[in-house]
């Protein structure tokens, strides 16, 4: 079975500062990868995707992440954090063999100080 | 344009009182999803439906049961509550052949 990790529970970054959130996952192919983002009281919001092809993608909101399938990852970068970054980012892939069931990482909780 | 609404957003139970989860959306998506929310658990599938007339069990499906009413309404149910149901749930929906799922604002529930 397929999973995800998020070795990140809890960031906090300076304004202004550049961040990393690293994402790791288990499945024996290379899945579709994605971020999400969950603000206060919110539903989760799309910030990026994977599919195939160029390795880095770009995102709404400025972010970027970059697969790497030798080390199994998909990290998403910010290279300047806005106070309005702070949130929890997910994580999640989709198996392309067929099916439609997602599998999200635990979740890392931004906190962004002023 | 709404998206994938979600009614209600707050609902407080007692243990073994029953409340069914609505959701709706109007993208003509044909596939919906339910998910529970548990801190340091990310999110996890309860059912979904790929199309409208069918419901799958997902990762967490006991204690709940789900109705596809029609190709918009996808409605969770909770037939006795539990303490161990208290969680922030969501629903999401996405077209046939697209690998993206559009969520909801979440439903949050208490059981007490």
């Known amino acids: 079975a397929q999973s995800v990790t998020q070795p990140d529970i809890h960031i906090t970054v300076s304004e202004g500062a550049s961040l990393e959130l690293r994402c790791n996952y288990s499945?024996?192919?290379?899945?579709?990868l994605f971020w999400y983002v969950q603000s206060p009281g919110q539903g989760l919001q799309l910030l990026l995707k994977?599919?195939?092809?160029?390795?880095l993608v770009q995102g709404i909101k400025g972010f970027e992440a970059e697969f790497k399938r030798s080390q199994s990852s998909f990290n998403l970068r910010k290279p300047s954090v806005h106070w309005s970054d702070a949130a929890e980012y997910f994580c999640?892939?989709?198996?392309?063999?067929?099916?439609?069931?997602?599998?999200f990482g635990t979740g890392t909780q931004l906190k962004v100080e002023l | 344009n709404a998206g994938v609404t979600q009614t209600p957003k707050f609902q407080v139970l007692k243990t073994g009182q029953s409340m069914t989860l609505q959701c709706a959306q109007d993208?003509?998506?044909?596939?919906m999803y339910w998910y529970r929310q548990d801190p340091g658990m990310g999110l996890r599938l309860i059912y979904y439906?790929?199309?409208?007339?069918?419901?799958d069990k997902g990762e967490v499906p006991n204690g709940y049961n789900v109705s596809r009413l029609n190709k918009r309404e996808f409605s969770l149910r909770l037939e006795s509550a539990a303490p161990s149901q208290t969680s922030v749930y969501f629903c999401?929906?996405?077209?046939?052949?697209?690998?993206?799922?559009?969520f909801g604002a979440g439903t949050r529930l208490s059981v007490l």
């Open positions: 499945y024996g192919a290379t899945p579709y």
């Open positions: 994977y599919f195939s092809g160029d390795t």
């Open positions: 439906s790929a199309s409208e007339g069918t419901t």
């Open positions: 999401a929906s996405s077209e046939t052949g697209s690998n993206i799922q559009y």
């Open positions: 993208m003509n998506h044909n596939s």
């Open positions: 999640a892939i989709l198996p392309t063999g067929g099916g439609n069931k997602l599998t």
